[in-house]
């Protein structure tokens, strides 16, 4: 052990005659143990709630959407095809139409976003999707032949949808398509019925209350859209190289078409967690600047009360960076051990908080019932360095002015 060491060790240990700095120090280790587990348990839930709205999101959306604003694609478009087919990590691709459209039961009516899908891709591309309700005849969807819906295509409704018109599975529901027809009396439009075969759910409000699915073909004919697309879905092996493939089918198809991301599709969304994370990393580190300040209360009191002990080391020969030294190890020692506490404390608590979920969310006002925690090593380690900066920052003033002091002065009006 150092010089430095052995004597910034010794001023760390609790004497009687100095009960009152060895308070201050204890409070300062407690609340840098405070700053640090907060800041821990709150940036692993924030991680949490971001990786579980992702997760959600990306099992209705795709992780790119390839678009053509100024006309239709075509179902079979080799440029498209031959830019696909280049793209490495392609899991699956699904060619779709997607319009509003009015939904209405026998006594209620509610605005909907129609998606037609193709029923070879749909399940690998939008994994909350359950197609086979769309493949099922009337007799084997409701056990038994319904004369009425027999002819009646099937279409998935999203839950909350179904809720609010009212609708249970086998129940008919008519699609009223704003494009209709022309006819003598102008644009009218049209109305077809359909059968619910089956319900969707993501867990998220905005899809469930919004999304209904039915068969490209079908969807196609309704729209008048044959042998037309609105785009293509691809799903690829990693949802965080979607950035990246984005920009390679951009540059290989062109300027007329448009390449979105997931990350795109809700920029904003992911834009404010982002943001939400960083201010409370800031405001929750604000408790560990107010422990670090009881540091530099607690080594400035110490600078006074050790005054001729200073001017006796530096006449024995001990060098104003050796007297330096000495309380920023002291200062350092306290962040340090308040923060290896704070994070083992972190740690603990969101291992609990992930494995018996006693703290329960109402669930009519969250999509979840338990605080989602993702406890991440580059978080714990930016926290616990961001912690023990703090604490170093904290000892260089009381530690510049112990090193300044004169050894005749101190000793002579110490």
Not at 200 to 217: H, K, Q, T
Request: aromatic residues 8%; proline residues 4%.
């Amino acid at each position: 052990m150092g010089f430095e060491r052995f004597v910034g060790s010794r001023y760390l240990k609790i004497k009687p005659s100095q009960a009152f700095i060895s308070l201050i120090t204890l409070l300062s280790v407690a609340g840098v143990t405070v700053g640090v587990m907060a800041l821990i348990v709150v940036i692993a839930v924030m991680a949490g709630f971001e990786e579980d709205l992702r997760g959600r999101i990306v099992g209705v959306e795709s992780h790119l959407v390839i678009l053509r604003p100024e006309q239709m694609l075509q179902v079979d478009n080799p440029e498209v095809t031959a830019a696909i087919g280049q793209l490495s990590g392609v899991q699956a691709a699904m060619p779709f139409v997607e319009t509003q459209v009015m939904l209405r039961s026998a006594s209620r009516v509610a605005g909907a976003r129609l998606k037609g899908v193709s029923l070879t891709d749909a399940a690998a591309v939008i994994q909350k999707l359950d197609v086979s309700a769309l493949t099922q005849s009337p007799a084997d969807a409701l056990g038994k032949a319904d004369e009425i819906q027999i002819d009646a295509p099937p279409m998935i409704l999203g839950k909350e949808l179904a809720r609010h018109l009212g609708l249970i599975k086998g129940d008919p529901v008519y699609v009223v398509n704003p494009r209709g027809m022309l006819s003598p009396m102008g644009h009218v439009p049209a109305m077809r019925r359909f059968r619910v075969a089956g319900f969707f759910e993501s867990g998220m409000y905005e899809y469930d209350s919004s999304l209904a699915f039915m068969e490209l073909g079908v969807a196609q004919r309704l729209l008048r859209m044959v042998d037309r697309i609105d785009g293509i879905d691809l799903r690829l092996d990693d949802l965080f190289n979607a950035e990246p493939a984005a920009e390679r089918l951009t540059s290989a198809l062109g300027p007329s078409y448009r390449i979105l991301s997931w990350g795109q599709m809700n920029k904003n969304l992911f834009s404010a967690l982002k943001l939400e994370k960083t201010v409370m990393f800031i405001i929750l580190a604000l408790i560990v600047l107010v422990a670090a300040f009881n540091i530099a209360s607690s080594l400035i009191m110490m600078v006074i009360e050790k005054t001729k002990e200073i001017a006796i080391l530096k006449a024995m020969g001990a060098t104003n960076d050796s007297i330096r030294k000495i309380f920023v190890f002291k200062g350092l020692a306290i962040g340090i051990i308040g923060t290896a506490i704070g994070t083992l404390a972190g740690l603990g608590l969101c291992w609990a908080l992930k494995h018996y979920q006693f703290i329960e969310l109402p669930g009519d006002v969250y999509y979840i019932t338990t605080l989602p925690v993702v406890l991440k090593v580059r978080d714990v380690v930016a926290i616990a360095a961001a912690a023990v900066l703090i604490c170093f920052l904290s000892t260089l003033y009381p530690a510049t002015q112990a090193a300044r002091l004169q050894p005749v002065e101190a000793i002579r009006y110490g």
